[in-house]
């Protein structure tokens, strides 16, 4: 994974509660086994019509929002079922920031391990961003992991609080296997004073 330490982009807002894993990926669409190529399927039966053109009247596919990486939602987004694939739509999507009152556990752990930030704020704090980014065509926002802040150009900032192991992950870009070839050195010398009960014959 790249390194996450500032990133600035136009928001996406996301005006909906309790957006379950179905709607950010349907099910039909879990057939992949790479974790690349979910992107242009995500939210699909909102982002399409039921013969699958493009539906002009959901937020995300509106010009002003094309090219975001940052997505603000509202409570308990990532609800359902535990699929990893949601946060590779997301991800491959091209969000790598989301913003919402709160996250369901599953999903808010799955994105660390995928290179996404989830922010979670409070619901006043949601609702003034989602007022700025549909007053204001091209709004954009600051993340900006190393202090732990969120600022526009307009004065506005806001803190929030994230667990310092997963924002080392972040900064780091490091996933689990990443985390575990940092002490690869430690892995080696073990396997190689570890005795060796089994012979290969030929």
């Given at each position: 994974m790249e390194p996450f330490k500032t990133l600035t982009s136009v928001v996406s807002p996301l005006d909906r509660v309790n957006v379950d894993t179905d709607a950010i990926i349907p099910k039909q669409f879990l057939k992949r086994i790479e974790r690349s190529g979910f992107g242009q399927f995500l939210f699909f039966e909102w982002r399409f019509d039921e013969q699958e053109q493009v539906n002009p009247e959901f937020e995300l596919?509106?010009?002003r929002y094309q090219g975001s990486n940052?997505?603000?939602a509202r409570a308990n987004f990532g609800c359902g079922s535990s699929r990893?694939?949601?946060p590779w739509a997301l991800l491959d999507y091209g969000f790598k920031v989301i913003i919402a009152p709160s996250f369901a556990d599953i999903f808010f752990n799955n994105c660390f391990k995928n290179g996404i930030l989830p922010i979670q704020l409070s619901e006043e704090q949601v609702e003034e961003l989602?007022?700025?980014t549909q007053n204001k065509e091209g709004y954009s926002l600051t993340v900006n992991l190393e202090?732990?802040?969120?600022s526009d150009n307009?004065?506005?900032e806001f803190s929030f609080d994230v667990d310092p192991f997963?924002?080392?992950f972040l900064l780091k870009g490091l996933d689990d296997i990443g985390l575990s070839l940092e002490h690869e050195d430690k892995?080696?010398?073990y396997e190689a004073s570890y005795p060796s009960y089994y012979l290969i014959k030929e």
């Open positions: 596919n509106k010009p940052i997505l603000i990893e694939h949601a989602f007022q700025k202090a732990q802040t969120i307009e004065g506005l997963r924002r080392e892995i080696s010398q």
